[in-house]
């Protein structure tokens, strides 16, 4: 999934200060997931902010609407019929969301509400962790399911370093030290001898060699 | 001026070596490095200059270790993988090369968020072990990463760290071996201050049989303070300093702990000098290198071996 927070109540005020007609736009996938950008969130921000105007005596029209996906066309023509009614869309959308909507909406202002943070996982109610750089090549495989890249402060393909203490990253202790994960489920596996090998330099350009990265699949088009 | 190695020469022709430590300025003096150039000349072997430590700016490595090279030291040109990228690090090692620096200590460095440059991005593109061995085909391949070759190699001693001190222990020796068999031609170790647990350690890298196929120093840091002891040992992760050696600090007046930090350092090195598969000492007085002097003189390491 991917993550987000919603940015602070200040900083949306000021943004959207120009506007008069303001779509509060949700989105009930990822930022729903992570309690920042579905329904219930969508909603609870669209009413701070209609009471906020109303505290201020401005005159401002203040709707919500959530998409299933907003980083879906599909979806998000879904938009159509009702567009024309705002002057501008304040998007809780993850980034991907929020310039889908910009896309297929030229003329309208489309914006953020969120901070996009990263691809993770739900690891207890309102704890998420980030687990996945989406480098375009998973060596999941090598390290016992554990990603050095995303999880290992230093990146290090060949580690632990040596500021990995009581398996916490030296960075902070509230940080797991990955390569101690990879070590004890490698050893637990009795796999431990993969980690004798020099693992070379990431191919970095399957992830950024030729600017913004797509998947075309003739397979899957009409 | 001879181009080679010292420190490669001293390890080589069997000798017990000694390196120190040399911390470039927070500014662009030439004066600072050369001053404390003079504090280590002929007591050591070679002079390792820290790249930008803790994350703090500094001059840079490879100037500094240019102005002691000009000075007529050894330099050890420590490079860190934090701020450059491969295209970045493997030009350097070439420029280093040119310049007539002949060691490099290949590292991670400390993470950025220690440092004066908390927002900066870290790079890590390559990982220390990487880049040791794209030095290592570098210098004997002429190749840089990718197979292109270059019009002459760049002409380097090889040089890794190791922290015995860090976890998971049973794996430590398993990554020396990993930074030896990438091309590691020496080994500067982490401060000793538990020389059981270090001896341990060295015990499971001489039963792998990798002590014969790089020259390992070991790393001491003479203490200053009860104070310095305790916020190495509490602050500073991959420390391992016991309590006995924090106690000893105390235990003597308050102007007497500068001289009981020397007396430990010597004690270590001496120990350490006895201990099979050591092939010297790097002595990191951090921001003290005045004292480096009487630490190789007491340890009974002075004359250093001179070379035409």
């Known amino acids: ?222 | 001026m001879n181009n080679s190695s010292k420190l490669k020469r001293v390890l080589e022709g069997g000798g017990f070596a000694v390196t120190a430590e040399c911390g470039p300025p927070k500014g662009a003096n030439p004066d600072v490095v050369l001053k404390k150039a003079e504090m280590l000349r002929n007591k050591v072997d070679a002079v390792n200059v820290t790249d930008n430590q803790t994350a703090i700016v500094r001059m840079s490595s490879i100037a500094a270790c240019s102005l002691l090279k000009t000075a007529g030291l050894d330099p050890v040109l420590q490079m860190v993988v934090r701020d450059r990228n491969r295209i970045a690090l493997q030009s350097d090692i070439l420029g280093a090369s040119a310049l007539g620096i002949r060691n490099v200590l290949c590292l991670s460095g400390d993470h950025h968020i220690f440092g004066n440059q908390p927002q900066a991005m870290g790079v890590f593109d390559l990982d220390s072990i990487q880049f040791v061995q794209v030095v290592r085909t570098m210098r004997d391949e002429g190749k840089i990463l990718g197979g292109d070759g270059l019009s002459q190699p760049p002409d380097f001693f090889i040089g890794a760290a190791a922290n015995p001190f860090a976890d998971p222990f049973d794996f430590r020796v398993i990554r020396l071996a990993k930074k030896i068999r990438a091309g590691a031609d020496f080994i500067q170790t982490q401060c000793i201050y538990n020389l059981d647990r270090f001896e341990r350690w060295i015990g499971m890298a001489r039963d792998r049989g990798i002590t014969d196929k790089a020259y390992i120093l070991g790393g001491v840091t003479p203490l200053k303070s009860p104070g310095m002891a305790k916020y190495m040992k509490n602050k500073v992760s991959g420390m391992d300093i016991p309590d006995e050696i924090i106690k000893r600090m105390e235990g003597v007046p308050k102007d007497k702990q500068r001289e009981e930090g020397i007396n430990i350092c010597v004690e270590t090195i001496q120990r350490l000098r006895g201990v099979p598969g050591i092939k010297g000492v790097h002595i990191m007085a951090i921001e003290w290198e005045e004292v480096v002097g009487e630490i190789v003189e007491r340890a009974g390491l002075l004359p250093r071996p001179v070379f035409d």
């Open chain 1, 1 to 222: 999934m991917i993550t987000g927070e919603q940015k602070p109540i200040d900083e949306i005020r000021e943004m959207i200060a120009p506007y008069k007609r303001i779509l509060v736009l949700g989105c009930a996938s990822c930022v729903a997931e992570c309690a920042a950008g579905g329904e219930k969130e969508t909603a609870m921000l669209a009413s701070t902010l209609r009471i906020a105007a109303k505290m201020k005596g401005e005159d401002v029209l203040i709707e919500e609407k959530t998409l299933d996906r907003q980083c879906v066309r599909d979806f998000v023509v879904l938009l159509d019929d009702i567009i024309e009614r705002y002057d501008a869309v304040l998007s809780l959308g993850c980034g991907a969301g929020v310039q889908a909507v910009a896309e297929i909406f030229p003329e309208v202002p489309i914006i953020p509400a969120i901070n996009t943070g990263f691809l993770g996982e739900t690891r207890d109610q309102g704890y998420w962790v980030e687990s996945c750089l989406g480098c375009g090549d998973c060596m999941l495989y090598h390290f016992g399911g554990i990603c050095p890249l995303a999880r290992c402060s230093k990146q290090l393909l060949n580690g632990p370093c040596g500021g990995s203490m009581d398996g916490r990253c030296e960075i902070n202790p509230d940080v797991e030290c990955a390569w101690h994960m990879i070590v004890d489920r490698l050893t637990k596996f009795g796999a431990l001898d993969r980690l004798e090998n020099i693992y070379p330099p990431k191919d970095w350009s399957r992830k950024q060699g030729g600017g913004p990265r797509k998947i075309v699949r003739e397979d899957q088009q009409k």
